[in-house]
């Protein structure tokens, strides 16, 4: 597939009244999944900064507990955000080869507003709820 340079209009919103994953809804996901993925890495190195400036120094045990518990927030966090980060390059490289916006399982078009909501999206709601009951019901408990 060739790249093709798009500029968005700067009001632009994916619309159902044009083809589905024409160029311009192409260049909107794109931005918008680069531009998700570039805040999680900034709040990540917020955190790492964070991390690496406050030692467990605190002299109170409660204190320290306290600084404990938000290290490991922080760190499960961290650990979610680049969990999504990695759901985001795959989604920027379903966009590069053309699978963006279709439902891995029916080959359909995912929804645009599903696609506006959950841009990592590789489900069409259908289908993301059809898995989630065989989940329920598979689930050991």
């Given at each position: 597939m060739t790249a093709v340079t798009v500029t968005l209009p700067p009001d632009y919103r994916p619309s159902d009244d044009e083809p589905f994953m024409n160029d311009l809804q192409r260049?909107?996901?794109?931005?918008?999944?680069?531009?998700?993925r570039q805040e999680l890495l900034r709040e990540s190195e917020e955190?790492?900064?964070?991390?690496?400036?406050?030692?467990l120094q605190e002299p109170d045990?409660?204190?320290r507990a306290s600084a404990e518990?938000?290290?490991?927030?922080?760190?499960r966090t961290r650990d979610r955000a680049r969990k999504l980060i990695s759901k985001i390059d795959a989604a920027l490289e379903r966009l590069t080869n053309g699978t963006y916006g279709y439902c891995e399982e029916t080959g359909e078009p995912i929804?645009?507003?599903r696609l506006e909501?959950?841009?990592?999206?590789?489900?069409s709601i259908e289908a993301q709820e059809r898995?989630?009951?065989?989940?329920?019901?598979?689930?050991?408990?």
């Open positions: 260049e909107y996901f794109r931005q918008k999944l680069l531009s998700w955190t790492l900064e964070h991390l690496q400036e406050g030692g045990l409660a204190d518990m938000d290290r490991t927030l922080e760190l929804t645009l507003r909501a959950r841009p990592i999206a590789t489900l898995h989630e009951r065989m989940e329920r019901t598979h689930r050991s408990d």
